[in-house]
């Protein structure tokens, strides 16, 4: 999972917190603590960790919280909200239109990932529909244009590019005023990168930009550099009008959270992070939904988006139970069944309400083992068990379906303690569905998991 220490950490801090006896000014201090902590080891700068810290102790004044009001909430939702503004740019980012001919620049140094992103970018456009194509206009590193051509075949999009030509204006040109002719309306342009920022770099950027107009400018960055990603974007920036970032590598870098927030500090909008080398480990950046997914509180429309591209259109009763909120274990065992199919396990799972926590709190197993660990104890139960939410699991019962599926009784307690905390989520998701909101909204509001 994408920043998956940053994300158990702040999640775990939360939930020591919510587990102390009272919750006072005390644990509050040291939840925010453990918080600042895992925000500075992921490189996010000082003076906005201090703000996050401040923001939530003025918002949060337990003293003058009405009896009654569930507390824990009430900071899970601060947290969560100043976590959102501290990675929103509150800028939107540029719109292309369809059916017009959209020139996409793609700009960064080199080795940071823009090739590759390139190619991502086409690819995810392309299966929604956009009549997408690559121009290879990167002159510079021997071997641009073969990298390119590979990866555009292996992703079925047209590519156009040279071995002979050495001037990468005259490519784009050439590229784009080929492509517009022949209909295409994204049309995708892979510049040079240099190994750092240099005046022929950027003469080149703005030459070329003058020449293919391009609609958007994506400045791509790889998540390593952390919070330096601030001063680099403002570089760019000055130089071409970025309309947007790609933050690469946010499978490999504990840093990455720094360069998030770097970036969305300079009111740059992060559209697409990379998770992976593959060409669909690439996904839409927003905001709300990442924060749910780092604290587990799960990205509803990311995981109606993953079921609408694998096709399972047989999952969509999956779906329909999430937002129905009524759980039973038979449904449980029939998502962690459904899931498996979905494609990378660990993917998939941060997007399911309490889904992510339940990976995490593994005990050193591996979170796919324990979810099959999980389904065997199901195998054992009886049918009224698993349809009837309301079954009472008895020790003995417990120590029997143990035996059974050849497990410790322990285990058993654990699947029902995860089958309920599960159900709960699931059951606000119901209740947010009932009303009336669509899947987006749902998505918008994944704050309100927290009411
Ligand atoms: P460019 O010089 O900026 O065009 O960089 P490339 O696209 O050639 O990428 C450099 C290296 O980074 C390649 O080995 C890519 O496979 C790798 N890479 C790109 N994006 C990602 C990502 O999101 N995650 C990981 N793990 N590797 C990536």
Known sequence: MVLEGLGSRISGALRKMTDSTVIDETALKEMLKEINHALLEADVNIKSVVQLRKNVTERVKLEELAAGVNKRKVIQKAVFDELCSMLDPGTAPVTLKRGKPNVVMFVGLQGNGKTTSCVKYAYYHQRKGWKACLVCADTFRAGAFDQLK???????????????????VKIATDGVNRFKNEGYDLIIVDTSGRHKQEEALFAEMEQMAESVNPTDIIFVMDSAIGQAAYDQALAFRAKVKVG????TKLDGHAKGGGALSAVSATKSPITFIGTGEHIDEFEPFKTQAFVGRLLGLGDVSGLVNTIKEAGLHENVEMYKRITEGVFTLRDMYDQLESISKLGPLNKVMGMIPGMAEMMKNTNGVDGSVRIKRFQHIMDSMTMKEMEDPKVNFTASRKERIARGSGRHPQEVEELLIEYKRFSKVVGKVGKMSKKNMNIDQLSRNTSQTFQ
């Not at 947007?244 to 933050?247: E, L």
Request: aromatic letters at 14%.
């Open 150 to 168: 590979q990866n555009a075949t292996k992703a079925k999009v047209p590519f156009f590019g040279s071995y002979t030509e050495t001037d990468p």
């Open 244 to 247: 947007s970032v790609i933050i």
